[in-house]
């Protein structure tokens, strides 16, 4: 059974830092991409941001919002992928979600398993 | 960015009602358009993707149309596990967008 399960997420204050953690079962993790999505409190989705598979390049995307303040990597031998946020501010207040692509090795980005999501307050 | 925009933004209906909910992309994309459902305090769950296709395992009422800018989601014969909140997503270009979100309550 495929297992997405995010950690690391909390209240921190504007400014700090987190590092976020969505470890994976269920399937050969180093195959897929991955992906990051938030979504505010009564809000909809936002997506983060995305990793490929090491086969092509292991190389990442963000959204704009995020963009030199967010870095998403992978240690494909503990089945994880993370998300260091840095530089918080109180708009990044969300619940955050780990995502397998659905695409073996290259991403498609449409994606059929979701973490039940951790999530992250920005306030002082 | 493209936008998506869906329509309406919630609507109330009854158990074994037809529903559609219409997506609309500021630019041409495809048929590279995925639909979610997501119910309260729930991870979103995939529907359809490539605009039409079902994703594995979900139940047949759901069916999903349209190329371009315009896209709807339909489902068939309302249940009461379907009252939830519908998103579309486009994968088109980055960044990948969402729709603001339908949310289809009980009448």
């Known amino acids: 059974e495929v297992q997405l399960v995010e950690s690391g997420g909390g209240l921190v204050q504007p400014g700090r830092s987190l590092r976020l953690s969505c470890t994976a079962s269920?399937?050969?993790?180093?195959?897929?991409?991955m992906s990051w999505f938030r979504q505010a409190p009564g809000k909809g989705l936002e997506w983060v941001g995305f990793?490929?598979?090491?086969?092509?390049?292991?190389?990442?995307e963000y959204a704009a919002s995020v963009k030199g303040r967010f870095t998403i990597s992978r240690d494909d031998s503990k089945s994880i992928a993370y998300l260091q946020m840095n530089s918080l501010k109180t708009e990044d207040t969300a619940v955050y979600y780990c995502?397998?692509?659905?695409?073996?090795?290259?991403?498609?980005?449409?994606?059929?398993?979701w973490g039940q999501g951790t999530l992250v307050t920005v306030s002082s | 960015a493209i936008r998506m925009t869906q329509s309406p933004s919630s609507f109330s209906a009854s158990t074994g009602d037809r529903v559609t909910i219409t997506c609309r992309a500021s630019?041409?994309?495809?048929?590279?358009l995925a639909w979610y459902q997501q119910k309260p305090g729930k991870a979103p769950k995939l529907l359809i993707y490539?605009?039409?296709t079902l994703q594995s395992g979900v139940p047949s009422r759901f069916s999903g149309s349209g190329s371009g800018t315009d896209f709807t989601l339909t489902i068939s014969c309302l249940q009461s596990e379907d009252f939830a909140t519908y998103y579309c997503?486009?994968?088109?270009?980055?960044?990948?967008?969402f729709g603001q979100g339908t949310k289809v309550e009980i009448k």
């Open positions: 995502t397998r692509d659905i695409g073996i090795a290259v991403a498609v980005l449409y994606f059929d398993y």
């Open positions: 490539a605009a039409s």
């Open positions: 997503q486009q994968y088109y270009s980055y960044p990948l967008t």
């Open positions: 269920g399937f050969t993790f180093g195959d897929y991409a």
């Open positions: 630019q041409g994309i495809s048929s590279y």
């Open positions: 990793i490929r598979s090491k086969a092509y390049g292991g190389t990442t």
